[in-house]
């Protein structure tokens, strides 16, 4: 056997225990980007020694991301259900259902709550067996590991640490590994990150050089070294630890890492070394559960079910009391004598009161709705799969991305959005930038205007002239310059040609940018971290500084005109150093050698981190530079200046070696190199400034026009200058002349004057009296228009460092009553964190609902703060949508999400929580009703099967066809009509006053049902002429009850399909077979003999029809009245919006295909034609297809071209066309 066999089996036993050990270890909730604290002691990895490494007990390399495993489903999944106090309820009265005190069998209670368990468990094992196989594809999934100087394919999760593992290209990295050799040239591959961030853009990975050599099996079976590095932690960008061979310690860094969840690109093979395995390794660290939200209205069914209780305690203790009140020995036909049970001794009544109130308890049991949680459960779930998720609407057909419900406990809560908190760029913004204008010298270059300056000319009445482009402008995505005193080398006949020529290079070195493709300008592509460093390596190419290639230590570029017009040449920059961007920072930096031996550090970065660093003098250019840059601010224009510092040998030699102890420092290295690079940014030169524009994504203004009608508040949250985000503001209809503005803002004379001094103390006071200052000034003349009867809309203007202040404890109040009396808030140069913390403000200060809408990692906490997250799929990774609890591709769909699929969940749910506590308090009353006649016993009305069957079958699948059909008007009205939506925020369908009318009604319900046909039955008989007894009284109305709440069901919809029909009816036709069969069957065991034939008696009486007929009508006459009397005297919105356009065809604006087919293939044909097609009108879901077999039918029917597919004619034969109407004759 060989070592590697006697290995294994050795560690079998091990393995086991370590797997069992993760099976029962806590789970791990990690927030993205918040670094873990670390145990104190560092991890030695002893390389390619599986021996010395199991004394060390590393965890396996199998991951398990399922909730239960075979021995916990059952216990752990029955504590999840019974942590809902209506399940912990019903177990406390199947329990008490089993006593001798109860009225009932214990079945009556047992079988329902058996039944809504069972359905809870089945989807929860459905879901874990879903993870459970994704998990063994994983854990199975090979790999070539490195034994006996050949490798050896293995699962994943046989995996160690201390392996060393060869990945081929396109393979994914089974662990986190560090990167010991590469195909390629100078020890580089190339990795995507995809699966962990999102991010396509290729990035860099770069092998120690002293670890080239073992790229063969036989020389990598020569590496023994040892790792020392940090514990496991969940930080993606950050590795500290050093690599200790042959006595010689070489430090790591990120760049040496490859993660697990990675892919290898552009590379033939790498060889690494496993670090951490498993659960350990930084992606699954990550792995981030969202945080647990509970809607509104569940919040307020929780006080819903404990007013049931409520009311259940006084039933009971009203039956409990007349119970004590009523025993006495003078009804001797009762039998009361001297050995009766304690239940019913009239010298034991306190007694007899606990007791009757435990036997009522398991009586009335029923008006606790015990389904009504399961019901709400797939009501939601389908809404989100079904129908949010399939919505054409919300399909951005450009990147094929459709929304997505990430959870579906919060449908209902989007339609009571209150404030809106929205990121800029990439969410307002399309996050694709192009490179627009610069200033270089002190001189302004580019000529033309953006959407905003056109927006900013309107509003001022000035006639916008159009740009004189010239002749041959260069355009491609991403470079949409246009100046010809700086293309095809005229920037060499300029007054500055060599501070041109520093910025062409600044743009074409200073960057992290990876060229992929042929080296032709025409046919290259850059992979970049960022659009913008995309943009501006781009724009260099234009400028004629063309960089096509790059390896760990050079850069190369193919410079034109720089000596003499017409001449081209190549030259390779060797970097030495690379400072790289951080939130921080903000700002980026590589030291540079040119051939000739030139030491250049060229840095590029924030407007207010880069002045700070400038040396003296020209204060001009700075003064101009300036100018420039509020000028592009005012324009929209994201700006970045550019500087440059010569260095000389000595200088740069010793701050290196400071540079390369921070480097390889294994506490605190962030810190330390960020330390090192302020002693080298400083006394730079300004060469100049970029501006980058991004456009607004399509949709947006009228989008939050359309939202701000609604009744919903907007807030911009963004980092970018005060400038930039006014006129962006101004562009999105977010804010107009017609508003009173209120700024705040730090750039004031006074503020300048303070900060120059340097007293960071004075600072802080002066800063925070300041803002105090101007809030109350602002509150003040704020009050003034609250009391004017047409006041102007007010908005709100704040800047980061004000913000600061603004949120302190004892000015957030002023705050928080300034901008909640705004109709937009605009909050210029925040942070992540200040982005949360104004958003918590208004969710826990004001309690109105709130959600939060933005696509980059700097977003996350926002969205996790709000009571609603949501992630724009952009070009800024996935962090942002794997944060969030919906998912859509454009800030446009909004209107979609809120109006249309917010506002429908809100209405169904209210409607489906509120008929549960109608048709359950109906059902328990008449049961309650019967006690009064009974002496108060506890005597049952109902047969125990009825009791456990009306919740579960009798009454169960038409309120949740409501809760998925009904639909009060069109989704096009929806949108056309944005007020309707106000309903939703001030909760009209769900406050306590609809709950009482429906408990009015199930009182008066409940009497007409008990009353009517007990009385009317007192001088009935049967066919055979006996009277009619108690199960005969009692299935007669049991009947008249399933017969009227489901009828009362299709009072309450705003539009009936076929589903309406088909579940109403075969609710009643379930009832009829049932008691048929029931009433037919007698066994030895069965303790309601007197059913025995009951139903057969009723119905051969004529007694039984004409009730069947009376009672429901009686019973829903109020009901009728009062929804006729309501409709016409105090009707809700929508119900005005439904007579409008009563006598309308539904139409969503469909636009004949004819004129524009022959620009369109036929898939992009047959997908326009759906997305015109009008949803509303299908009888299946009411505005969004279950499947796409529908599509081509519903468009044929309609006269809409959509070319059919394979699956439609299966569905079309389910389906029954209806008849074409025949041409009229005309007399």
Sequence with gaps: MSRWENIRSSMRSQQGRSESFGQHAPSRTVTLGRVQPQAPAYRTIY???????????????????????????????????????????????????????????????????????????????????????????????PVDVLQDQRWESIPWKKLQVGDIVKVKQDGFFPADMLLLASTNADGVCYIETANLDGETNLK????????????????????????????????LYTFTGNLVIDNQTLPLSPNQILLRGCSLKNTEFIVGVVIFTGHETKVMMNSMNVPSKRSTLERKLDKLILTLFGTLFTMCLIGAIGSGVFINRKYFFLGLGRSVEDQFNPNKRFLVVLLTMLTLLTLYSTIIPISLYVSIEMVKFIQSTQFINKDLNMYHAETDTPALARTSNLNEELGQVEYIFSDKTGTLTRNLMEFFKCTIGGEIYGTGMTEIERGVAERKGIKVQEVQTSTNPVREKGFNFDDVRLMRGAWRNEPNPDACKEFFRCLAICHTVLPEGDESPEKIKYQAASPDEAALVLAAKHFGFFFYRRTPTMIYVRESHVERMGKIQDVSYEILNVLEFNSTRKRQSVVCRYP??????????????????????????????????????????RTLCLAYKDLAPDIYENWNEKFIQAKSSLRDREKKLDEVAELIEKDLVLIGATAIEDKLQEGVPDCIETLSRAGIKIWVLTGDKMETAINIAYACNLLNNDMKQFTISSETDAIREVEERGDQVEIARFMKEEVKRQLKKCLDEAQQYFNTVSGPKLALIIDGKCLMYALDPSLRIMFLNLSLNCSSVVCCRVSPLQKAQVTSLVKKGARKITLSIGDGANDVSMIQAAHIGVGISGLEGMQAVMASDFAIAQFCFLKDLLLVHGRWSYIRLCKVVTYFFYKNLTFTLTQFWFTFNTGFSGQRFYDDWFQSLY????????????????????????????????????????????????????????????????????????????????????????????????????????????????????????????????????????????IFGVIYVLMSTFYFYITLLLVPVAALLGDFLYLGVQRWFFPYDYQIVQEIHEDEADDNGRTDLLGIDNHLTPDEARTYALSQLPREISKHTGFAFDSPGYESFFASQLGVYAPQKAWDVARRASMRSKPKPKPTKVN
């Design 47 to 141: 390389c390619n020694d599986r021996d010395a490494n199991f004394a060390r007990r590393y965890r396996g390399n199998s991951i398990s991301t399922t909730k239960y495993n075979f021995f916990t489903f059952l216990p752990k999944g029955l504590y999840e259900q019974f942590r809902r106090v209506a399940n912990l309820y019903f177990l406390m009265v199947s329990i008490l259902s089993a006593t001798p005190y109860s009225p009932v069998h214990p079945v009556t209670n047992v079988v329902p709550l058996s039944l809504v368990l069972l359905v809870s468990l089945i989807k929860e094992a459905f879901e874990d067996w879903k993870r459970f196989q994704n998990d063994m594809a994983i854990n199975n999934s």
């Design 951 to 1090: 919740n579960v079958i009798f009454t169960a699948l038409p309120v949740i066809i409501v809760g998925l059909f009904d639909k009060d008007v069109s989704s096009s009205l929806s949108k056309r009509y944005p007020q309707l939506y106000k309903e939703g925020i001030k909760n009209i369908f769900f406050k306590w006053r609809v709950v009482a009318i429906w408990a009015f009604f199930a009182v008066y319900q409940s009497l007409i049902f008990y009353y009517f046909v007990t009385d009317s039955s007192s001088t009935s008989q049967g066919s055979s002429g006996k009277m009619f007894g108690l199960w005969d009284v009692s299935t007669m109305a049991f009947t008249c009850v399933v017969v009227t709440v489901n009828l009362r069901l299709l009072m309450i919809c705003n539009s009936i399909t076929r589903w309406h029909y088909i579940s109403v009816g075969g609710s009643i036709l379930a009832w009829f077979v049932f008691i048929f069969l029931y009433s037919g069957i007698m066994t030895p065991y069965d303790r309601q003999e007197n």
């Design 204 to 235: 860099i990975r770069k092998a120690l050089e002293r670890n080239w050599d073992y790229i063969t099996p036989e020389k990598a079976c020569e590496f023994k070294g040892e790792v020392q590095c940090e514990q496991p932690n969940n930080s």
């Design 596 to 637: 000739d031996g030139r030491l250049v550090l060229y840095c590029k970065g924030a407007d207010t981190v880069i002045y700070e660093r400038l040396v003296g003098g020209s204060d001009d250019l700075k003064k101009v530079t300036r100018e420039h840059l509020e000028q592009f601010g005012s324009a929209g224009l």
